[in-house]
T-cell receptor, first 115, second 112 residues
Framework: DVKVTQSSRYLVKRTGEKVFLECVQDMDHENMFWYRQDPGLGLRLIYFSYDVKMKEKGDIPEGYSVSREKKERFSLILESASTNQTSMYLC??????????????FGPGTRLTVL | LAKTTQPISMDSYEGQEVNITCSHNNIATNDYITWYQQFPSQGPRFIIQ???TKVTNEVASLFIPADRKSSTLSLPRVSLSDTAVYYC?????????????FGTGTRLLVSP
């Protein structure tokens, strides 16, 4: 069964802290994504990666960076956490195979609270 | 990117058929239509995808008219466990997969 795991379900950090959110997938997928989800705003794409060491900005990259050193792992970094980054963070992965059009597999999410 | 419009919320009762319509007037030739389901405190889950006419799987059916400017997700005989948010997305799987826009979705509430 396909699986995307995220390092924490709940996380509480202080303003100014550096925060690492880890995501691991076991499906050998090429593409990986980081979204945040806020009430009334739906899911918004922060960054995505289509290969190891490759990254592309999504719609709201400001305040975030990412790292993909291995195919199965995609990390989201908040360099200096702020209260407006309190949100649910969702990681996803997908295959580049033509038979898997637009199908992304999501992790359970990390609810981050920045105090 | 094709923008989608779907109702904010819908209510239904157990055992009824639910149809959620999504409008995507500026869909491009290479775009596919994809639906996701999201339960509270979980990530979205892929339900169904289609390009034209009708697609059916064990969970739902997707109806796409010839002009492809809208699509309808049909959930047969819903149960309480179908209460969730449903997202309609439109995108080109070859060049635009990374730009799928989820929007706010349709919140379906199924009551006994």
């Amino acid at each position: 069964d396909v699986k995307v795991t995220q390092s924490s379900r709940y996380l509480v950090k202080r303003t100014g802290e550096k925060v690492f959110l880890e995501c691991v997938q076991d499906m050998d997928h090429e593409n990986m994504f980081w979204y945040r989800q806020d009430p009334g705003l739906g899911l918004r794409l922060i960054y995505f990666s289509y290969d190891v060491k490759m990254k592309e900005k999504g719609d709201i990259p400001e305040g975030y960076s990412v790292s993909r050193e291995k195919k199965e792992r995609f990390s989201l970094i908040l360099e200096s956490a702020s209260t407006n980054q309190t949100s649910m963070y969702l990681c996803a992965s997908s295959s580049i195979r033509v038979s898997s059009y637009n199908e992304q597999f999501f992790g359970p999410g990390t609810r981050l609270t920045v105090l | 990117l094709a923008k989608t419009t779907q109702p904010i919320s819908m209510d239904s009762y157990e055992g009824q058929e639910v149809n959620i319509t999504c409008s995507h007037n500026n869909i491009a030739t290479n775009d596919y239509i994809t639906w996701y389901q999201q339960f509270p405190s979980q990530g979205p889950r892929f339900i169904i995808q289609g390009y034209k006419t009708k697609v059916t799987n064990e969970v739902a059916s997707l109806f796409i008219p010839a002009d492809r400017k809208s699509s309808t997700l049909s959930l047969p005989r819903v149960s309480l466990s179908d209460t969730a948010v449903y997202y309609c997305l439109v995108g080109d799987p070859v060049t635009g997969f990374q730009k799928l826009v989820f929007g706010t979705g349709t919140r379906l509430l199924v009551s006994p």
